[in-house]
């Protein structure tokens, strides 16, 4: 691609950028960019590999890494990179953390010390909080010297915060505390004695970084090959992840681009630092730039946020919204309700009325909950369907998966492409684009089968057959199962395995096609036609509910806070901090205006007296249903 000389390149797809993202974006050094609710992270991300590819401080074969903590987030900000310079977007690479951290142990496994040596395929596992409680009694129960050390482990942050902040020994050497001793015997009685092993990511954390410590030279191939990192949600890296990331990145060779937020710091549970951006100043010996401008809320919404992140960091300036108010009636409200049935009736004939009056998809409202989205599920449910809307609980479990994660699922989006086209017989060029390439991706298109047909060719002729084939079966619970199996048959497991880092444990593909047919069971209906069975897949045209956790990164025009009262904040008054975190991201995520809801008969409002404190110094009223 051309070169552009820095003085002369402009931001690409957007009008502007504000001074401080100009400055952060050519500093030659490593940056800790503190960016606030609706400061466009992943467009500054975007903007500066754009800079540094189509400048040429980053050339081929150099490539830029970009790092994200979500799956979604990563493919967004791939996408955005590769629509704006197409011909260099080889050259970035955008993938979460768990990605790859385990695509270093797969492709490098070989390197593994022998006494962590992989010995053959391994198993993805997903403790639970229950399976660490149990071990931890079984370890102390056997071990009279450390059992009082071992049960004074938190149960909750042992693979976050203890297994995760020890770094494995080259040689097995005898533990020297109660804390290494239950690490020790957990990746005995998992790893080192099981078959087949089993690993979960904070694991796969550990084995990539002793990947790289125990093979110097790797790490050199490393930082040759990313001399820029980038780092998304950077307030939630977790000590293991840091760790990683110092020993690979950390000998002054690579340039660190750290965007986040420390208001936004709600991952604590999960083993986040305290403050990770003074260990990368520290660490990388990066520079500070606060951007101001806000390209999601109206001013109205940024007064209200302001009150709230004046509680968590004092030194916070209010951001500058850039976004033009839409609404009538107050931004931000209370709505105080006598039964969870009114709130649910009240909520739906709402959105019914204002999504007709303002021609807008029931998508564009969100409903979120502190926790037990599932909670509100069914009267939501009931009540959206009376006015004729559906409900879409990204929370829900289908399968081993999340719906959410699902929806974001790199095999599940591509069985799911292959359903629309051979459910569309007019094609669908969009569609048809996306499946091509993921299908490039997997075969060496240069190939030839033995029909001497292209890769390509043999993909044209798949989707002709599955026309044939949905064109008589309406889509019955039988036939998407029978439809999946046929779509992987021609995919092929090995082939998503060996091209898809995420899905190359022995049983990632099984979990993905599993939850994918759970899902289309759920939707399937005779009735519809398939292209309405993918939507109703995806939840088109659906009200959101999540947790306020899965709502990060996402905006909505008009957000429900469901549930505002003790039971749902029932840890607020002992995480004071983390909790205040968690409402600000919650009320963030709203573009023209937030409701909180309150049920009298749901829970008290003692504990959370102070957060209502906040809501009334910002002059938001209440409102009784």
């Known amino acids: 691609m051309g070169r552009v000389a820095a003085d002369d390149w402009a931001p690409m797809g957007i009008d502007a950028l504000e001074p401080a993202a100009w400055s952060a974006l050519r500093h030659r050094g490593s940056t800790c960019v503190v960016a606030g609710p609706g400061a466009g992270k992943t467009e500054f991300l975007a903007q500066r590999a754009c800079f540094l590819l189509a400048t040429g401080e980053c050339r081929e074969p150099r490539k830029i890494l970009a790092i994200s903590f979500k799956r979604d987030a990563a493919r967004n900000l791939d996408q955005r990179v590769a629509k704006r310079t197409p011909d260099g977007s080889p050259q970035f690479v955008s993938m979460t953390f768990d990605a790859f951290t385990k695509s270093l142990v797969d492709r490098f496994r070989a390197a593994l010390p022998i006494h962590w040596a992989l010995r053959g395929e391994y198993q993805i596992c997903y403790p639970t909080k229950r399976d660490v409680e149990i071990f931890l009694n079984d370890v102390a129960a056997a071990n009279d010297r450390w059992r009082s050390g071992v049960h004074a482990i938190p149960r909750d942050h042992f693979l976050s915060a203890v297994l995760g902040n020890y770094p494995l020994p080259i040689e097995p050497s005898e533990p020297g505390s109660a804390e290494e001793l239950a690490v020790l015997q957990w990746w005995d009685r998992l790893y080192v004695s099981a078959s087949p092993q089993q690993v979960e990511f904070v694991m796969l954390n550990r084995l990539a970084e002793l990947i790289v410590r125990a093979t110097p030279q790797l790490g050199r191939a490393l930082q040759l090959t990313y001399p820029f990192v980038f780092i998304d949600e950077f ?15 950390g000998r002054g060779r690579t340039v660190v681009t750290a965007v986040g937020d420390n208001k936004q710091r709600i991952m604590g549970w999960a083993g986040a630092l305290g403050d990770a951006f003074q260990e990368l100043r520290a660490d990388f010996m990066a520079t500070p730039f606060e951007l101001e401008w806000n390209f999601r809320s109206s001013d109205e919404l940024i007064d209200l946020q302001h009150v709230v992140a004046r509680t968590i960091d004092r030194s916070t300036k209010r951001a500058v919204s850039k976004v033009a108010r839409s609404i009538k009636g107050d931004a931000a409200e209370i709505w105080r309700f ?3 049935e009114d709130e649910a009736r009240c909520i739906a004939e709402w959105i019914r009325k204002d999504a007709a009056e303002n021609s807008r998809s029931p998508g564009a409202y969100a409903l979120l909950a502190r926790q037990r989205a599932m909670d509100f599920e069914p009267l939501f449910e009931r009540e959206l369907e009376r006015v004729g809307i559906r409900l879409r609980n990204d929370d829900r479990e289908v399968g081993k998966l999340k719906l959410q994660d699902l929806l974001v699922d790199e095999l599940a989006l591509l069985l799911l492409g292959l359903v629309r086209l051979g459910a569309s017989p007019g094609g669908n060029w969009k569609v048809w684009l996306e499946v091509s390439n993921a299908i490039a991706g997997l075969h060496d298109l240069s ?16 989707v002709q057959h599955l026309r044939r084939w949905m064109r008589n079966r309406p889509p ?43 899902r289309m069971e759920q939707v399937a209906n005779r009735r519809l036609t398939w292209t309405r069975v993918c939507d109703e897949f995806e939840g088109r045209d659906a009200v959101p509910l999540m947790t306020v956790h899965k709502s990060k990164g996402l905006q909505y025009q008009t957000v429900f806070f469901l549930s505002i009262d003790d039971n749902q904040w029932w840890s607020y008054r002992r995480e004071r901090e983390a909790s205040t975190a968690t409402f600000f991201v919650g009320l963030s995520r709203a573009e023209q205006r937030t409701i909180f809801t309150y049920c009298d008969v749901r829970g008290n409002r003692d504990s959370v007296a102070a957060l209502y404190g906040l809501l009334e110094a910002a002059g938001v009223v209440e409102h009784e249903f």
């Open 338 to 340: 006598a039964s969870e």
């Open 235 to 249: 307030q939630d890296t977790t000590f293991a992840q840091y760790s990683f990331l110092r020993s690979v990145f």
């Open 447 to 462: 190939q030839v089968d033995a029909g001497g047909r292209t890769v390509d060719r043999a993909l044209s002729a798949f």
């Open 476 to 518: 019955t619970r039988k036939a998407t199962t029978e439809l999946t199996d046929m779509i992987m048959d021609f995919v092929g497991a090995h082939a998503v395995r060996r091209s898809f880092p995420t899905h190359r444990a022995a049983d990632a593909v099984d979990v993905a096609v599993d939850a994918f047919k759970a």
